[in-house]
């Protein structure tokens, strides 16, 4: 634990994180998420400007197969999701079932306890004996029953917990990118039929083309070719749209 604190905070994007600091203070989550939330409220959606992995940089793609699998993701977290509930459900009766029975169990031993006393009292040592055995057993069972429901409790709620998390987190991720892919082909198709539109008009300055493009190329190139004039239409509506490519492409 100590070697991972170490590293955390000497990755640029954590050292400082507020986000960071908060979920080390709070040891409760509720606690913790209620204290994110001025932080969260506060934060702007931050721009993908280069994506990085351990091999360095790396280029925003979006293909079929990574589609897929974003869905195929969503569908996955969604199952798996509904399953925990359900089992953690399962788990609650399961635990009231567990604790009554080994309750039923003491209490049978305690009578047989009982029953051993009277026999005591009027010297039938073989059925005091049986007693005392049936009592002792009952009473070993039901120690046996707590101390594996209690082995079971102890690293299934815990998986339960954190694969919940593991889903949720999925979840928002898989949302996240609906939600980029939406804006994304939403402008990008706006914008596309809007240049369609300008460029049978024929009119350069609703093109609003920088300067240097009206120099490189001829007008008769820039109002016939549709191959170079759209990419350099509308520029600021244009990067608007690349910006959303990157979002999309990162999620």
Same mark, same amino acid.
């Not at 039901?142 to 694969?163: H, I, P, R, V």
């Given at each position: 634990?100590?070697?991972?604190? @170490?590293? =955390?905070? *000497?990755?640029? $994007?954590?050292k400082?994180?507020? &986000?960071? /600091?908060k ?17 969260l ?11 990085i ?9 979006i ?34 079932l567990?604790?009554q ?23 039938? @040592?073989r =059925?005091? *004996?049986?007693? $005392?055995?049936?009592?002792n057993? &009952?009473? /070993?069972?039901?120690?046996?029953m707590?101390g ?17 998390f593991e ?5 928002e ?9 939406k804006?994304?082909?939403?402008l ?6 809007k ?9 350069l300055?609703k ?12 007008q ?9 004039t759209?990419?350099k239409?509308?520029p600021?509506?244009?990067?608007e749209?690349?910006?959303l490519? =990157? ?5």
């Amino acid at each position: 634990i100590e070697t991972f604190f @170490k590293y =955390l905070f *000497q990755v640029p $994007e954590l050292k400082g994180c507020e &986000l960071v /600091e908060k979920f080390l203070e709070n040891g409760d989550r509720k606690d913790f998420l209620k204290s994110i939330v001025p932080i969260l409220k506060g934060k702007k959606q931050e721009e993908v400007s280069e994506m990085i992995h351990q091999g360095g940089k790396t280029k925003t793609l979006i293909k079929a197969e990574l589609i897929a699998f974003s869905k195929n993701a969503e569908s996955f977290a969604s199952n798996d999701r509904r399953c925990l509930d359900e089992l953690y459900a399962v788990n609650r009766e399961l635990t009231g079932l567990f604790d009554q029975t080994t309750k039923k169990l003491r209490s049978a031993s305690v009578l047989f306890g009982s029953l051993s006393s009277n026999a005591k009292t009027i010297q039938r @040592k073989r =059925l005091q *004996q049986i007693y $005392e055995i049936i009592e002792n057993a &009952l009473m /070993e069972w039901a120690s046996l029953m707590e101390g594996q429901w209690e082995k079971f409790q102890s690293n299934f709620t815990d998986y339960l917990k954190y694969y919940i998390f593991e889903c949720e987190s999925m979840l928002e991720l898989t949302k996240n990118c609906s939600q980029a892919e939406k804006e994304y082909l939403t402008l990008e198709n706006e914008l596309a039929f809007k240049k369609h539109r300008f460029f049978e008009v024929k009119d350069l300055d609703k093109w609003k083309l920088p300067v240097e493009e009206k120099t490189t190329f001829d007008q008769t190139t820039l109002m016939h070719n549709k191959r170079i004039t759209f990419p350099k239409m509308l520029p600021e509506e244009t990067h608007e749209v690349e910006k959303l490519f =990157l979002k999309y492409g990162y999620y």
